[in-house]
């Protein structure tokens, strides 16, 4: 199973950036999937979630700093999610990571799985 991120780069703060994660392998059945970040010096922290379709059969969860802001979405057929962040501050750079909790075999064997993470910085 491998995770990949793409979408990061340099923004001015009042800015927009859209990540986009997509995850392959031998992929059975995913719970939910969710983006965190990390700072230098600082912990990884949540900073948005979604299960199911995020409407409906699902729930779209957000961290208080960047709710309003940040909108998480899910591409269930395509097993990609995306996050769309708008309104960017400085406090909002740091490395994005994609997360997926996911059953690869098919036996509810759900575990976690990670992406490498990509680059956000907002930066005049």
């Known amino acids: 199973v491998q995770l990949v991120e793409s979408g990061g780069g340099l923004v001015q703060p009042g800015g927009s950036l859209r990540l986009s994660c997509v995850a392959s392998?031998?992929?059975?059945?995913?719970?939910?999937m969710s983006w965190y970040r990390q700072a230098p010096g600082k912990q990884r922290e949540l900073v948005a979630a979604?299960?199911?379709?995020?409407?409906?059969?699902?729930?779209?969860w957000y961290g208080d700093t960047v709710k309003g802001r940040f909108t998480i979405s899910r591409d269930m057929d395509k097993n990609m999610v995306y996050l769309q962040m708008n309104n960017l501050k400085p406090e909002d750079t740091a490395v994005y990571y994609c997360?997926?909790?996911?059953?690869?075999?098919?036996?509810?064997?759900?575990?976690?799985?990670w992406g490498q993470g990509t680059q956000v910085t907002v930066s005049s």
């Open positions: 997360n997926a909790d996911l059953d690869p075999t098919g036996y509810s064997d759900y575990d976690e799985y």
């Open positions: 392998g031998s992929i059975a059945s995913i719970y939910a």
């Open positions: 979604i299960t199911g379709d995020g409407h409906g059969d699902g729930h779209a």
